[in-house]
């Protein structure tokens, strides 16, 4: 899930808290910013210097200049957490994908009833929205109907001027419940592929795990170990190459094929390999590499010619 950073008016003392009303005000004020201009707003705020458009050379200058000027019309279909399934049957297979238990276009056209005792919800059109049901007897109806309620009156679009996202239609789908028998959790496996070629990925660990933020641990394609930190710390042990990494590098090549730029997602559960999600634009372009020089090396594998 992407950070959000609250916004604050001019002049406000930072002690006080801010109105809902206010943050509503400033949140909608945002939205009238053409899309140029709240990139170079925000780029400044988060980075300290201006965003370079006319000649981007970093990996977060050229992840907003593909905000603006990339507009395949595949992006839309492969950001859309139900149309991509097409695309990954197609491209590597059926098997690879989480089964798919409905997608509805509101909240309460979901039969419960007809679900199993454990699933997993999601919007179609964001990256936050996520709701894990370990028990369905535990579901608080009202809640849940306010979580996505509320998710889908959300278009990600506006947060970081994602363009992929904004004509994507936000319904719920529900996807089977996946348990890995190692007990830890699902790892996230993200690769990095460039005009089809993985050049790194990363493995997201302690997701979920009380008391511990998530931790990324970033590798080259012949997975050693890249000295850097973007967004998050590094795993107090650094994990291990999973069984079957050469064919989910396959995987995210077939997937990837074609497009400038893609980030795409698998998960090795039980030895199976499985499709997560297709996003173009890591981290919104707009979280630092420590130390920098990363950001210029990713920026080198981006063609935007």
């Known amino acids: 899930m992407r950070a959000r950073r609250e916004s604050r008016g001019a002049g406000l ?6 109105s809902k009303g206010t943050k509503k005000f400033i949140k ?3 939205r009238l910013l053409p899309d140029k201009t709240y990139l170079k707003l925000r780029y400044r705020a988060v980075f300290k210097k ?3 458009l006319k000649d981007p050379k970093t990996y977060n200058e050229k992840l907003n200049w593909m905000k603006l000027y990339d507009r395949d019309p595949r992006y839309n279909l492969l950001v859309d957490k139900y149309e991509v399934r097409a695309w990954v049957a197609e491209h590597i297979g059926q098997e690879h994908l989480i ?18 005792e454990q699933f997993v919800l999601k ?6 929205s996520v709701y894990i049901c370990r028990d369905k007897s535990k579901i608080d109806r009202a809640a849940l109907k306010k979580h996505f309620d509320a998710a889908l009156r959300d278009n990600q679009y506006f947060g970081g001027r994602e363009w992929a996202y904004k004509a994507v239609k936000g319904r ?3 996807e089977e419940f996946m348990i890995d028998d190692s007990g830890v959790g699902l790892k996230d496996y993200k690769f990095f592929c460039f005009d089809g070629e993985v050049k790194a990925m990363f493995i997201a660990t302690d997701r979920g795990v009380e ?3 998530v931790k990324f641990d970033f590798f080259d394609k012949e997975f050693n170990h890249l000295p850097f930190r973007h967004g998050h710390e590094n795993a107090k042990v650094t994990p291990k190459k999973p069984e079957g990494y050469e064919e989910m590098v396959a995987l995210a090549e077939k997937l990837s094929a074609g497009l400038r730029h893609a980030r795409v997602d698998l998960y090795n559960i039980n030895g199976k390999i499985y499709f997560g999600e297709i996003t173009f634009y890591h981290h919104c372009g707009f979280v630092p590499f ?7 090396i990713f920026g080198s594998w981006i063609n935007l010619t």
């Open 172 to 174: 719920i789908v529900a």
């Open 211 to 213: 008391g511990e933020d």
């Open 13 to 18: 003392d930072p002690n006080r808290s801010v």
């Open 28 to 30: 909608n004020a945002l």
């Open 290 to 296: 420590e130390p920098q020089e990363w950001d210029d």
């Open 123 to 128: 919007g179609t059109h964001d990256s936050g």
């Open 99 to 116: 089964p798919c238990l409905g997608v509805w276009d509101r909240f309460d056209d979901i039969d419960f009833d007809k679900l199993p």
């Open 50 to 52: 201006p965003l370079n």
